[in-house]
Nanobody
Framework: QVQLVESGGGLVQPGGSLRLSCAAS????????MGWYRQAPGKQRELVAS???????NYADAVKGRFTISRDNDKNTVFLQMNSLKPEDTAVYYC??????????????????????WGQGTQVTVSS
């Protein structure tokens, strides 16, 4: 069973900073891309930033220059450093991971399965 657990959300004033963390656990063999999405009330979920296993990053235009995504491959953890926060950054932030699990099959052989997983979300509110 794979779990993605986010932490670090909260209330911050405009111009402030927050750092989100997401730790993946379970029978993980390897993690490919990890990313952060967000969903504001009444809006669709959107990609904020993503990072591959080799460290290549991708950012939404709205957060370029303000947010930085990073990961610790040894700890299966991804981070999102958010600076110069704006009220429009207010949303529930979700961690996402493309990963491969390794499970011992009843045949005695290992079985590898690739899937996409989501965390439960953490609220970020930017308000004075």
């Amino acid at each position: 069973q794979v779990q993605l657990v986010e932490s670090g959300g909260g209330l911050v004033q405009p111009g402030g900073s927050l750092r989100l963390s997401c730790a993946a656990s379970g029978n993980i063999f390897s993690i490919n891309a990890m990313g952060w999405y967000r969903q504001a009330p009444g809006k669709q979920r959107e990609l904020v930033a993503s990072i591959t296993s080799s460290g290549s990053t991708n950012y939404a235009d709205a957060v370029k220059g303000r947010f930085t995504i990073s990961r610790d491959n040894d700890k299966n953890t991804v981070f999102l450093q958010m600076n110069s926060l704006k009220p429009e950054d207010t949303a529930v932030y979700y961690c996402n991971a493309d990963l491969t699990t390794k499970k011992l099959h009843y045949s005695g052989r290992y079985r590898y399965e690739t899937g996409n997983y989501w965390g439960q979300g953490t609220q970020v509110t930017v308000s004075s």
